[in-house]
């Protein structure tokens, strides 16, 4: 489905779940559980909990854990998260920390 973006304005705050059918794009702080299709988190952009979706893009700040098939980590991301995916992307200059546990992709 053609979805639009659920934009999270980095003056806002969240605690407990966010669903999603399409993309949130993450520039505020989320502190709690977050379902979506792709889930974005922006450079300042602070996500504290756990994260379900297909596609996790990271240029901010990600802790607790991650179920995804594709994440990307980008130079300014910062990940320490528990994490179970098919497929990882980092970045030079990224950091991050955690266990991966990897899923067949398919």
Wanted: one cysteine or more; glycine letters at 14%.
């Amino acid at each position: 489905g053609d979805h639009a973006a659920s934009y999270i304005a980095a003056d806002i705050a969240i605690e407990g779940q966010v669903r999603s059918q399409g993309r949130v794009e993450i520039a505020g702080r989320i502190k709690g559980r977050i379902e979506a299709d792709e889930v974005i988190v922006l450079e300042g952009g602070v996500l504290e909990g756990d994260a379900i979706c297909r596609v996790l893009d990271v240029a901010g700040t990600i802790s607790g854990a991650i179920g995804a098939h594709e994440l990307h980590v980008r130079a300014t991301g910062r990940v320490e998260a528990s994490i179970e995916t098919a497929i990882v992307w980092v970045e030079a200059g990224a950091w991050f920390v955690g266990q991966v546990r990897h899923r067949r992709a398919g």
